[in-house]
Nanobody, 114 residues
Framework: QVQLVESGGGLVQPGGSLRLSCAAS????????MGWYRQAPGKQRELVAS???????NYRDSVKGRFCISRDNAKNTVYLQMDSLRSEDTAVYYC????????WGQGTQVTVSS
């Protein structure tokens, strides 16, 4: 199974930015769709953004205009650029390849707080 490793999380003030990276152990061409999910304490895991192999992107409403997902097939890496961060964006962010039944990373903590 393809291994996914996230990085780039941390503590940031409201209004700040972070860039998450997800490095895959094999070619991400094996995944038609890759996505970023997040899970806040006491809440269900939710899809934040996804990108298909053809470059089609989808975002949950609360992050539209603030987050941008991209993929670099040559580097087997998917990114999530997060700008104008809010406290409600605080969560563990997970990289996913292939949907809910696919491959998952271990997660990276994002904390937005002053």
């Amino acid at each position: 199974q393809v291994q996914l490793v996230e990085s780039g999380g941390g503590l940031v003030q409201p209004g700040g930015s972070l860039r998450l990276s997800c490095a895959a152990s094999e070619s991400i061409f094996s995944f038609y769709v890759m996505g970023w999910y997040r899970q806040a304490p006491g809440k269900q895991r939710e899809l934040v953004a996804s990108i298909t192999i053809t470059g089609n992107r989808n975002y949950r409403d609360s992050v539209k205009g603030r987050f941008c997902i991209s993929r670099d097939n040559a580097k087997n890496t998917v990114y999530l650029q997060m700008d104008s961060l809010r406290s409600e964006d605080t969560a563990v962010y997970y990289c996913n390849g292939g949907g809910l039944g696919g491959s998952w990373g271990q997660g990276t903590q994002v904390t937005v707080s002053s």
